[in-house]
């Protein structure tokens, strides 16, 4: 890989980064927050492939998979507490849970 296309990498995982980072910071429901969340890791994951590829080293690609277990863990357990909030709520808006109390 070439200094030019990790450049073009990079780019495209700073864009995809900072979509990541606009709908958290504007968004207020909670399911779009989490894709937001997962769009930032998968930009930082793009970006540990690019330099990895560059070095000519697997370790970044590693450290990939474990960011990918992470946020698969993430998701779950996530997507489990939205749940439950929205059964008690009937709404996953993120301005209305002040509390995890009833």
Same mark, same amino acid.
């Given at each position: ?8 990498? +990079?780019? @495209?995982?700073?864009? @995809? ?10 968004? =207020?429901?909670?399911?779009? @927050? ?6 930032? +890791? ?8 690019? &330099?990895? =590829?560059? +070095? ?6 590693? &450290? ?14 996530? @997507? ?6 929205? =059964? ?15």
């Amino acid at each position: 890989m070439d200094a030019t296309l990790l450049k073009y990498c +990079l780019a @495209l995982s700073a864009v @995809l980064f900072t979509l990541g980072v606009v709908g958290v910071m504007v968004r =207020r429901n909670a399911i779009v @927050l989490f894709m937001c969340i997962e769009l930032m +890791l998968n930009a930082a994951n793009l970006a540990f492939v690019a &330099f990895s =590829r560059y +070095l000519g080293k697997a370790d970044g690609q590693i &450290f990939v998979f474990f960011v990918m277990a992470v946020a698969a863990a993430e998701v779950a357990i996530g @997507l489990a507490i939205i749940v439950t909030v929205f =059964r008690n709520r009937e709404s996953v808006n993120v301005d209305e849970m002040t509390s995890l109390k009833n």
